[in-house]
């Protein structure tokens, strides 16, 4: 398996330690800049996919702008050992919002802006 392609998860090490049972790489960190420079190196050592917890992807909000244009990789957050924060969500619904035009998930009614 070439590693350069194999999915990366990055996050504190209690949250992500089970991803590498699945054959995951897995990147430990502490703070943003261990954080900013994860996916960096993870960026240029080619890994098409990066999963990272809320509560890192909420410490490099600016790093993770970066990369949102670009085709990879693809920097997905995820809730960890904690649960969700709500930082995943929000982003979805941003996106979806700059999609449409409007937000489709405020109290069902997708009034307009």
Not at 15 to 23: C, E, K, T
Not at 27 to 33: F, N, Q, S
Not at 38 to 54: D, K, N, S, W, Y
Not at 83 to 108: L, W
């Amino acid at each position: 398996m070439n590693r350069d392609k194999t999915p990366a998860v990055i996050g504190d090490r209690d949250s992500i330690m089970a991803f590498h049972a699945v054959g995951m790489r897995t990147v430990p960190v502490d703070g943003i800049e261990e954080t900013e420079t994860a996916i960096f190196r993870l960026a240029q050592a080619g890994c098409p996919v990066i999963f990272i917890t809320e509560r890192a992807a909420a410490l490099v909000p600016e790093q993770l702008k970066k990369y949102k244009t670009q085709t990879f990789p693809v920097i997905i957050p995820i809730p960890d050992r904690s649960g969700s924060n709500g930082f995943g969500m929000q982003g979805i619904m941003d996106n979806v919002k700059k999609a449409v035009g409007f937000d489709i998930f405020e109290n069902g009614k997708g009034d307009k802006e």
